[in-house]
């Protein structure tokens, strides 16, 4: 119950950064914006919620290999995509501001 409510605070932070609805953010959609927040997201989801993978994909209707996918994706665009990685501290910033949580999520 905890997790969901997490997940439902990481959600709203989503939402309020990057100002894309929540409807879009777990729909299927392949836009490059959203995929990107989805992805900022299953990794905050993994390595601060400490969940598995296919718990996080049950929360976007994702099977596990696809979260996997995206956590990959994700450590390869830390490294070489500038505007990933502040979009990722923006979003990693507020969840912390809204929950005091100091560690960070890579």
């Given at each position: 119950?905890?997790?969901?409510?997490?997940?439902?605070?990481?959600?709203?932070?989503?939402?309020?950064?990057?100002?894309?609805?929540?409807?879009?953010i777990?729909?299927?959609?392949?836009?490059?914006?959203?995929?990107?927040?989805?992805?900022?997201?299953f990794?905050?989801?993994?390595?601060?919620?400490?969940?598995?993978?296919?718990?996080?994909?049950?929360?976007?209707?994702?099977?596990?290999?696809?979260?996997?996918?995206?956590?990959?994706?994700?450590?390869?665009f830390?490294?070489?995509?500038?505007?990933?990685?502040?979009?990722?501290?923006?979003?990693?910033?507020?969840?912390?501001?809204?929950?005091?949580?100091?560690e960070?999520?890579?």
């Amino acid at each position: 119950v905890e997790e969901n409510g997490k997940v439902a605070r990481l959600m709203r932070c989503a939402v309020e950064v990057f100002g894309i609805p929540q409807e879009e953010i777990v729909s299927l959609s392949r836009k490059r914006e959203v995929v990107n927040i989805r992805r900022m997201m299953f990794q905050i989801m993994r390595r601060k919620f400490l969940m598995d993978y296919g718990r996080i994909g049950s929360f976007f209707g994702r099977d596990h290999s696809t979260v996997l996918f995206c956590v990959r994706k994700h450590k390869d665009f830390l490294e070489t995509e500038q505007h990933y990685i502040e979009s990722f501290a923006r979003l990693n910033s507020e969840y912390e501001k809204c929950n005091g949580t100091p560690e960070e999520a890579r």
